[in-house]
C-alpha cells in the first residue's frame, strides 16, 4: 500500500487571511466552514491547508508553488496577484518572453509565476 498526499499544509500568522488571498489567486473557494480568527483554513479544491502557527517564517521556502495562468498570459497573471498583495522578489522574465516571475504572498512564502500554455506553444 502507498500513501498519497491529502493536502500542502502551509505554516503562517494568520491561516484565513492568507487561504484568502490564496483562495483569490487560485479562484478556489475557502471551505464553506472556515471563518476569520480560525486556526485553518482550506482551499479543497487545491489542496491546500493553511495553519496558524505561533512562529514567523525565517528562511527561504524549500518547497514552492509554480503558477501557470490559465486565461491570461503570465505578465498580466503577475500583475493580478501584485494587486491581491504579492510583491514581486525576483523578475527572471526575459526579453524574448521566456522565465518567470517569483513573488510572494503577503506572508513572504515565495511562490513562481511561468508563462501560460498558450504562450508555450507560440
Not at 28 to 52: S, Y
Amino acid at each position: 500500500m502507498t500513501s498519497a498526499i491529502r493536502h500542502i499544509t502551509v505554516d503562517c500568522a494568520d491561516a484565513y487571511t492568507l487561504g484568502s488571498f490564496w483562495s483569490q489567486a487560485l479562484g478556489q473557494p475557502l471551505h464553506e466552514d472556515d471563518r476569520p480568527g480560525d486556526p485553518e483554513a482550506l482551499i479543497a479544491g487545491a489542496g491546500l491547508l493553511f495553519v496558524t502557527v505561533p512562529e514567523a517564517k525565517s528562511a527561504k521556502n524549500r518547497l514552492h508553488l509554480d503558477l501557470q495562468p490559465q486565461d491570461r498570459t503570465r505578465d498580466a497573471e503577475v500583475e493580478r496577484l501584485l494587486a491581491l498583495g504579492a510583491a514581486l522578489v525576483d523578475d527572471r522574465r526575459k526579453p524574448d518572453g521566456t522565465g518567470w516571475a517569483v513573488l510572494a504572498d503577503p506572508e513572504g512564502n515565495e511562490f513562481c509565476v511561468e508563462r501560460s500554455a498558450a504562450e508555450r506553444a507560440a
